[in-house]
């Protein structure tokens, strides 16, 4: 029986990436609220699956089925999957040229809120949430006047990902290597936005390495990606067992 209302569900998902198939048949779900971590070695296809779910072109889906909210999101545009409530910020985000941040992030929370049936923010009152919101982040105001990411440090393109996050309030944020290059408060702030977001009923699909990050967002389900499959299913324990005896171990028992 089910418990909780499925947000995301993937069934057998197959992705190819150039000539390769990364993703054999990955299956999940996610329910409304909950917040699952996926762990796995580098180059097991963690961010393929983020990037195959959010509509990338270069990442072909050969095989299976996914759905947000009961809606086929694999028949969707990139966009539409955007207006249906889905976020994923980059592992590595990109710099867009002449295009000022304020007015990036603007207009993706314009086209979600008109998705919702909400009426658009205009520059003045969008200014005050982005300014709010980017004091919580610890991100300097300058920075919303700024093209996006350009001259952004590291751990400033990561923030900035959370302050789109934080005004954009998705119903299911993918979440790649979000902690990689964020200082310790810019990690507190991650943790409280998660929590904040997730008592909201946004679900989270959290990549992360850092067992201390997976440990403070307190998942519902741990899962380790390998060989194309969800290949372990778990609670914080199987990560706390990877960061001890690490990847190798459960597809290759170590003989003494
Ligand atoms: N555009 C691409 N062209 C060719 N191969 C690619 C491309 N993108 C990804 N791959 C390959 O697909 C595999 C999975 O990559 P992916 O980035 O999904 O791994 P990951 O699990 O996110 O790793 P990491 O922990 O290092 O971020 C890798 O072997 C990678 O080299
Ligand atoms: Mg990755």
Same mark, same amino acid.
């Given at each position: 029986?089910?418990?909780?209302?499925?947000?995301?569900?993937?069934?057998?998902?197959?992705?190819?990436?150039?000539?390769?198939?990364?993703?054999?048949?990955?299956?999940?779900?996610?329910?409304?609220?909950?917040?699952?971590?996926?762990?796995?070695?580098?180059?097991?296809?963690?961010?393929?699956?983020?990037?195959?779910?959010?509509?990338?072109?270069?990442?072909?889906?050969?095989? +299976?089925? &996914?759905? !947000?909210?009961?809606? *086929?999101? %694999?028949?969707?545009?990139?966009?539409?999957?955007? =207006?249906? #409530? @889905?976020?994923?910020?980059?592992?590595?985000?990109?710099?867009?040229?002449?295009?000022?941040?304020?007015?990036?992030?603007?207009?993706?929370?314009?086209?979600?809120?008109?998705?919702? +049936?909400? &009426?658009? !923010?205009?520059?003045? *009152?969008? %200014?005050?949430?982005?300014?709010?919101?980017?004091? =919580?982040? #610890? @991100?300097?105001?300058?920075?919303?006047?700024?093209?996006?990411?350009?001259?952004?440090?590291?751990?400033?393109?990561?923030?900035?990902?959370?302050?789109?996050?934080?005004?954009?309030?998705?119903?299911?944020?993918?979440?790649?290597?979000?902690?990689?290059?964020?200082?310790?408060?810019?990690?507190?702030?991650?943790? @409280?936005?998660?929590?904040?977001?997730?008592?909201?009923?946004?679900?989270?699909?959290?990549?992360?390495?850092?067992?201390?990050?997976?440990?403070?967002?307190?998942?519902?389900?741990?899962?380790?990606?390998?060989?194309?499959?969800?290949?372990?299913?778990?609670?914080?324990?199987?990560?706390?067992?990877?960061?001890?005896?690490?990847?190798?171990?459960?597809?290759?028992?170590?003989?003494?």
């Amino acid at each position: 029986m089910k418990t909780a209302e499925t947000l995301l569900s993937v069934e057998d998902l197959a992705v190819e990436v150039g000539e390769r198939e990364v993703l054999a048949s990955v299956s999940l779900e996610i329910p409304r609220g909950r917040l699952a971590v996926l762990m796995g070695a580098n180059g097991s296809g963690k961010s393929t699956l983020g990037l195959a779910l959010a509509g990338h072109p270069r990442y072909r889906v050969t095989g +299976g089925r &996914a759905t !947000l909210a009961g809606r *086929d999101l %694999l028949a969707m545009n990139v966009e539409e999957r955007a =207006r249906a #409530g @889905l976020f994923l910020s980059f592992q590595a985000p990109p710099d867009i040229a002449g295009v000022k941040n304020n007015l990036f992030i603007r207009t993706a929370v314009n086209a979600v809120r008109e998705a919702r +049936g909400e &009426a658009p !923010l205009d520059a003045f *009152d969008f %200014l005050g949430e982005a300014r709010g919101a980017a004091g =919580r982040l #610890g @991100l300097p105001e300058a920075m919303l006047a700024r093209p996006v990411n350009d001259g952004f440090s590291g751990g400033e393109r990561k923030r900035n990902e959370l302050l789109q996050l934080a005004l954009l309030r998705p119903r299911l944020a993918i979440l790649d290597e979000i902690d990689s290059g964020m200082d310790v408060d810019g990690l507190r702030a991650l943790v @409280l936005l998660v929590a904040q977001l997730r008592a909201q009923g946004t679900s989270f699909l959290v990549v992360s390495h850092y067992l201390q990050l997976i440990e403070s967002l307190e998942p519902d389900t741990v899962m380790r990606l390998d060989q194309g499959c969800i290949a372990e299913h778990g609670d914080l324990s199987l990560a706390r067992e990877i960061a001890r005896t690490g990847f190798a171990r459960a597809s290759e028992p170590v003989e003494v």
